[in-house]
């Protein structure tokens, strides 16, 4: 197999170096040489005044990145002192234009509004040279080309801002992503091991089989929490990969039973022939569970708890409902205060699903959330 390498492009600084080094060796085409022939020739002034022309108008352009207007303004200083003494006017006309293109594609804010004036005062002076040339349209080719110079880098510069946008948005969702991967792994494990660790304290006094029985169970979340992480961890290295770790809906009896073995009076129902969807589904509708027992467990201890899964022709309906206080808007915001909500709804949202979460009409804490199959 033909191995496939990705496109290299050249460092911005080297590439500023080339295009100075080739606007340099242009531009010395133009010196008068005294080893020229007769007539063709300059004198030692004529020369070392060329010279300064050409260095003006090509080694600025090592700084077109950081100043565009100041290359701009030296370079048409040049092509001005060139047509005033009957130089040739290509190399400096070329550079003119690679310095509009740098105005356009690396200016400011400022200098890129300033860009869009001077491109549509070329436009206009093109048309109106255009008409008033008698035939001679030289001037009106050069503000043309001066126009399309600067709209060039306008759209080059376009381009890279919705580029950086993109990237900054997909770091975004990235960032969120994990948040909501560590969040859903961490808190419940931690706080199943939270209640079990004050059930064996309160127990390691007056009953140390109790208290035995607690800290197994705590060593159980421990180990379970564990191979959760190496499995966030796994996915997050090789992104796009499906790991047969991942949790899926199969595993909601074993969540169920790790709820009831942390306190919670906690039932599973199914409805429907359950089926394999989509990976990105079924972790979905297990991280749902996942974090409404969890919340249950940190803020109705003792409960009971219904986990109801109903397998649809579209997808799969998630509902879980408590018997507790019903809320948890009295919960401070850095102890998590729907944190991993918010998380969930991103989740179905991604999903084109939807979740729903608040008190029930009869009390309690009811979460549900529609998977769409999207397979």
């Given at each position: 197999?033909?191995?496939?390498?990705?496109?290299?492009?050249?460092?911005?600084?080297?590439?500023?170096?080339?295009?100075?080094?080739?606007?340099?060796?242009?531009?010395?085409?133009?010196?008068?040489?005294?080893?020229?022939?007769?007539?063709?020739?300059?004198?030692?002034?004529?020369?070392?005044?060329?010279?300064?022309?050409?260095?003006?108008?090509?080694?600025?352009?090592?700084?077109?990145?950081?100043?565009?207007?100041?290359?701009?303004?030296?370079?048409?200083?040049?092509?001005?002192?060139?047509?005033?003494?009957?130089?040739?006017?290509?190399?400096?006309?070329?550079?003119?234009?690679?310095?509009?293109?740098?105005?356009?594609?690396?200016?400011?804010?400022?200098?890129?509004?300033?860009?869009?004036?001077?491109?549509?005062?070329?436009?206009?002076?093109?048309?109106?040279?255009?008409?008033?040339?008698?035939?001679?349209?030289?001037?009106?080719?050069?503000?043309?080309?001066?126009?399309?110079?600067?709209?060039?880098?306008?759209?080059?510069?376009?381009?890279?801002?919705?580029?950086?946008?993109?990237?900054?948005?997909?770091?975004?969702?990235?960032?969120?992503?994990?948040?909501?991967?560590?969040?859903?792994?961490?808190?419940?494990?931690?706080?199943?091991?939270?209640?079990?660790?004050?059930?064996?304290?309160?127990?390691?006094?007056?009953?140390?089989?109790?208290?035995?029985?607690?800290?197994?169970?705590?060593?159980?979340?421990?180990?379970?929490?564990?191979?959760?992480?190496?499995?966030?961890?796994?996915?997050?290295?090789?992104?796009?990969?499906?790991?047969?770790?991942?949790?899926?809906?199969?595993?909601?009896?074993?969540?169920?039973?790790?709820?009831?073995?942390?306190?919670?009076?906690?039932?599973?129902?199914?409805?429907?022939?359950?089926?394999?969807?989509?990976?990105?589904?079924?972790?979905?509708?297990?991280?749902?569970?996942?974090?409404?027992?969890?919340?249950?467990?940190?803020?109705?201890?003792?409960?009971?708890?219904?986990?109801?899964?109903?397998?649809?022709?579209?997808?799969?309906?998630?509902?879980?409902?408590d018997d507790g206080p019903g809320t948890l808007a009295a919960v401070p915001v850095g102890q998590g205060g729907g944190t991993g909500l918010a998380g969930l709804s991103e989740r179905a949202r991604l999903l084109g699903g939807c979740l729903e979460a608040g008190s029930g009409p009869e009390g309690g804490f009811v979460v549900h959330a529609f998977l769409p199959d999207t397979r």
């Open positions: 197999m033909s191995r496939a390498w990705p496109p290299r492009r050249l460092p911005a600084r080297t590439a500023d170096r080339l295009l100075a080094a080739a606007l340099l060796i242009w531009a010395l085409f133009d010196v008068p040489w005294w080893w020229r022939p007769p007539g063709h020739g300059g004198s030692a002034l004529a020369i070392a005044g060329v010279l300064g022309l050409a260095a003006a108008q090509s080694v600025p352009f090592l700084w077109r990145r950081s100043q565009p207007a100041a290359v701009l303004a030296l370079t048409g200083a040049c092509l001005a002192v060139k047509y005033a003494a009957h130089l040739n006017l290509w190399s400096a006309g070329a550079a003119v234009l690679a310095g509009a293109y740098g105005l356009g594609a690396y200016g400011g804010r400022a200098v890129r509004q300033a860009a869009r004036l001077l491109a549509f005062g070329a436009v206009l002076a093109a048309l109106i040279t255009l008409q008033a040339g008698g035939g001679d349209h030289t001037a009106a080719v050069a503000c043309a080309l001066l126009a399309a110079a600067l709209v060039l880098g306008e759209v080059t510069s376009a381009h890279r801002d919705i580029a950086t946008a993109a990237a900054r948005h997909a770091h975004d969702l990235e960032r969120a992503s994990l948040a909501r991967e560590l969040h859903d792994v961490v808190a419940h494990q931690l706080s199943a091991i939270a209640v079990q660790a004050g059930a064996a304290r309160l127990a390691s006094a007056g009953d140390p089989r109790a208290a035995s029985a607690a800290i197994a169970a705590i060593e159980r979340q421990a180990r379970g929490g564990l191979a959760e992480l190496n499995t966030l961890v796994r996915e997050l290295r090789q992104p796009g990969t499906a790991d047969p770790d991942l949790p899926r809906l199969s595993d909601l009896p074993r969540l169920v039973q790790r709820a009831r073995e942390s306190g919670l009076r906690a039932e599973f129902r199914v409805k429907g022939e359950p089926r394999q969807l989509a990976a990105a589904v079924e972790l979905a509708g297990y991280r749902v569970v996942q974090e409404s027992l969890t919340n249950a467990i940190r803020y109705a201890p003792g409960a009971a708890a219904t986990v109801h899964l109903a397998y649809r022709a579209d997808g799969v309906a998630v509902d879980v409902a």
